[in-house]
């Protein structure tokens, strides 16, 4: 079971409206999977440190079922899952050999969390 976390900003005080960025996704077991941004659409995120610079200045940060997190309770997330034995770019590398997939999008930053170059749930 994984849960998704979203990054809400430009939220109107009124309506409601927001815009949303996918930061990434906790599984049981795993270490926190990031989604990543190549610079052209939106702002370059390439590391966990970038997601922390982006996170404490712009915008809220929630999970997929709406519940908001503070940036230090998202923070706590991510490092604890740190040490979990496996990591998703690992995973893939060893099912891309097998599949033929095509792992030239995914990277791991430099404390080895694992980064996808596009949307995933």
Known sequence: MGTNYYQRTDICESCGRYKE?????????????????????QPLISSFEDWKKELEVDGKIFDEYGRELTFKEFIELVESMKTALSNHYDHCMKEAKNRSYDMSRNWKDNEGFSFMGYEFS
């Open 21 to 41: 960025k996918h930061i990434g996704k906790s599984s049981v077991g795993w270490q926190f999977c990031f989604r990543g941004y190549d610079g052209e659409e």
